[in-house]
């Protein structure tokens, strides 16, 4: 339903695409190639190297062949995607490289056809426009700007140290250029000075701290580094910042596909739907589960919940947020009608054991942890309207949630 932000994506994506897959060891097949005598195990290695030297352009021809060769293994599609992402870097004509974006686009979705099951192929075809449309500007300095393009097209040639200066240059002309901070940081990871990456990406997570891409490639460092609880806490940072950015989820997932840990929210049942028809007359549905189950579970209480979504329809939204036009349902609505079903199980003396679901909300409403819960788990289009300012004054507690939560499987509970 959400999608990324996809500001940038032709140059900063093509960081991203490469980082979870290892072509030395995926890759086996000894087939000669062409009238060169060149096997295929030895294109690939080839390609792994250029690769690893962010030497993006001369991998593509490599990676033509080699998918060429094997039309229907998915990680050729999925290489040659992420380094056709670096020739667009250094192509200055917008309609060649509005091609070359629906090229990548195409050979990610054929990578996901095949079955690749890299963790960040959501996220880079979603970033990747259906139309090939590009990016806005780095900068509204035309000067700093210019700089930054010129720096993705050397770093993608493998020219890091010509690159860091031009980026350097582009943050000397615009010190608020995040960007440029950003990826200074990339350079010296790929250059192994984990101090200087961290020195840059802590630079852009000063200029802005809601943007989630800093604290995610600082994870990777960390990653490389073997300091899995910092990488960890990185991406719990990147995912409470941006949680319906598809990128941010896909780093956690990295992280614990490594660390050979679950990712899960806790597993919660709400078995009521609320709609509303055109004369904003309510209609609740209620699951006769709640109904039939064991009388003494709290489960009659879920009457509540569409009670109270009803009167927030009818005058609690207007009240609560007196300067929006049109009613919509919010973080406020969903937590308070939790809420009420939570008292209204606990406060009947026939209630002798919460339902499971019922245990589980109450234990995350006692730990201050509900609308943590509701944002990350449970989010709709108005609901994550929210985010921005529950991220401001609470980000301690999507921060707890993820970590006593979603980062260990659901929780213990």
Known sequence: MFHPNCSKVATVTVRLALLLLCLSTIWHSPV???????SLEEMKQKVSVLLEQTRYTEAVPLLEKIVAAEPNESEGHYFLASSLLGVIANTKDEAVKKQLRLRARAE?????????????????????PADGSGAPSFSENAQADALMNEAEALF???????????YQKALTLDPK?????????????????????????????AIDPNKETAYRYSAT???????????????????????????????LV?????????????????????????????????????LLGSKDDGSFAWIAYG??????????????FPTETSYRHSLAE???????????????KKTKSLSPSLQKLKKLNDEGLLEAYILLARADEGIVRDHPVYLKNNRDKLRRYVLDYVSKGGGSN
Do not use: C
């Open 108 to 128: 990610f979705l054929k990578a996901k056809q095949l079955g690749n099951t890299a963790s960040n192929l959501d996220a880079m075809i979603l970033s990747l």
């Open 334 to 348: 969903e937590a308070d009608a939790v809420r009420s079903v939570i008292s209204l199980a606990t406060a009947d």
């Open 177 to 205: 250029l995040y960007h440029a901070a950003l990826f200074s940081g990339d350079v010296q990871l790929q250059k192994g000075d984990y101090a200087q990456a961290e020195l840059w990406y802590s630079r852009a997570i």
């Open 221 to 251: 460092s960390s990653l490389k580094q073997h300091k899995y609880d910092e990488a960890r806490d990185r991406y719990i940072e990147a995912y409470i910042t941006e949680p319906y950015n598809s990128f941010t989820a896909s780093g």
């Open 32 to 38: 000669v190639m062409g009238q060169t005598g060149e």
């Open 254 to 290: 990295q992280w614990a596909e490594l660390t050979n840990n679950q990712l899960g929210h806790p597993k919660i049942d709400i078995p009521t739907k609320v709609a509303f028809d055109e004369k904003g007359d309510v209609k609740i549905n209620l699951d006769s589960s709640a």
């Open 307 to 320: 009670a109270t979504r009803s009167s927030w329809h009818k005058e609690k939204f207007k009240q609560t």
């Open 156 to 166: 993608s040639r493998g020219e890091l140290d010509e690159a860091f200066k031009a």
